[in-house]
């Protein structure tokens, strides 16, 4: 929710679209039973390898960055569909607010997905994700620094004692 403390509303934030609260409707049963297999499965890998346990839909695609937390962006290894696991993990470790907003969605057929070999290619990426960034050979991006509200005498000419 919204908050009235200035720097809160500062705050490093990434808000995720989330298919998370159709889960048992009919659009999620409509698919076929290889896809909710694989979609079940592809969460337990989020979750014990990829360590996102906060965020119930990763693949969603819908993200919004607040300005601040647009460091998470900066220097991102993954390009294919686990770019966005990337960027959650990224924003949890550095302590960034990620929220999850339902959204309205709608099951259009015609998938760019290849459903077995882009779910091994995700596992695989979510497992390497993992190890490179726990054996240091990814690093996080520098947190942003924190916002201040105060202005410095010193560092704004018009506030100068010294004006005749």
């Given at each position: 929710?919204?908050?009235?403390?200035?720097?809160?509303?500062?705050?490093?934030?990434?808000?995720?679209?989330?298919?998370a609260?159709?889960?048992?409707?009919?659009v999620?049963?409509?698919?076929s039973?290889?896809?909710?297999?694989?979609?079940?499965?592809?969460?337990?890998?989020?979750?014990?390898?990829?360590?996102?346990?906060?965020?119930r839909?990763?693949?969603?695609?819908?993200?919004?960055?607040?300005?601040?937390?647009?460091?998470?962006?900066?220097g991102?290894?993954?390009?294919?569909?686990a770019?966005?696991?990337?960027?959650?993990?990224v924003?949890?470790?550095?302590?960034?607010?990620?929220?999850?907003?339902?959204?309205?969605?709608?099951?259009?057929?015609?998938?760019?997905?290849?459903?077995?070999r882009?779910?091994?290619?995700?596992?695989?990426?979510?497992a390497?994700?993992?190890?490179?960034?726990?054996?240091?050979?990814?690093?996080?991006?520098?947190?942003?620094?924190?916002?201040?509200?105060?202005?410095?005498?010193?560092?704004n000419?018009?506030?100068?004692?010294s004006?005749?």
């Amino acid at each position: 929710g919204a908050t009235n403390n200035p720097d809160r509303r500062r705050a490093p934030v990434v808000a995720c679209g989330s298919r998370a609260h159709l889960v048992d409707s009919s659009v999620v049963a409509r698919r076929s039973p290889l896809r909710n297999v694989l979609m079940r499965g592809f969460h337990l890998v989020v979750r014990i390898v990829g360590g996102i346990h906060h965020v119930r839909d990763t693949q969603c695609g819908f993200k919004l960055f607040s300005r601040a937390a647009l460091p998470v962006l900066a220097g991102l290894h993954l390009e294919r569909w686990a770019f966005d696991v990337e960027v959650l993990y990224v924003a949890h470790r550095l302590g960034f607010d990620v929220l999850e907003v339902p959204v309205q969605w709608t099951e259009i057929p015609g998938s760019k997905l290849n459903l077995v070999r882009d779910s091994l290619q995700m596992a695989r990426d979510i497992a390497c994700l993992r190890l490179a960034y726990a054996t240091g050979v990814w690093r996080l991006p520098a947190p942003p620094a924190p916002h201040s509200t105060a202005v410095s005498r010193d560092a704004n000419p018009r506030m100068s004692s010294s004006s005749s």
